[in-house]
């Protein structure tokens, strides 16, 4: 988490957590299937992870996050192994170090991973998972270990669901 500025600022200053992430390409930058099925225009637009973002100037950061992309679309049981491996050995070192691990999966990407073929939150129950999400239905669905927040956006409809979100108790990001 120290290369990545969107995980240091929720690191910041807490020291009981270790905090790891998952940096894939958003939407389609990968080409395939997207990692982003309820991101609006304007949201794949404006991402901080897409070509338009901070890594036209950092080149070779947008070329990794599309390689774990396309490995993860081409190799999926290999690729959920590996991260599965990851997640233990993460899981050590932060118990090590008197740690919580948090982890969130989504930096740049909204892949529904309580779901087959993944079931990552569930096969790790000691880590803390958190997440951002256009899928709203994902929202108060998913396993203890693993909280969502809806993220609002410039559609009429994702803004009344959003709303009804709010209504039942859940986090809204806007």
């Not at 890594?55 to 390689?67: D, G, Y």
């Not at 529904?112 to 990552?120: K, M, N, T, V, Y």
């Not at 096969?123 to 256009?134: E, L």
Request: charged share 25%; with cysteine; net charge positive.
């Amino acid at each position: 988490s120290e290369s990545n500025t969107k995980l240091l600022k929720t690191a910041k200053g807490n020291l009981s957590v270790e905090i790891v992430g998952l940096s894939l390409s958003p939407a389609n930058i990968a080409g395939g299937k997207t990692n982003c099925t309820g991101a609006s225009a304007a949201c794949v637009k404006a991402c901080v992870g897409s070509a338009c973002g901070l890594v036209t100037i950092f080149s070779l950061i947008m070329e990794s996050r599309i390689q774990k992309t396309k490995y993860m679309q081409e190799h999926p049981e290999e690729f959920r192994r590996q991260l599965n491996d990851e997640l233990r050995q993460e899981t050590a070192r932060a118990k090590r170090a008197g740690r919580q691990l948090v982890c969130r999966l989504n930096v740049f990407s909204d892949i529904s991973w309580e779901l087959a073929p993944w079931f990552i939150p569930q096969a790790h129950s000691g880590i803390r998972f958190y997440d951002y999400t256009k899928v709203r239905k994902r929202v108060g669905n998913t396993p203890e270990n693993y909280a969502l927040c809806a993220s609002w956006d410039e559609r009429k409809t994702s803004q009344d669901a959003c709303i009804r979100l709010l209504k039942r108790g859940h986090n809204v990001s806007v």
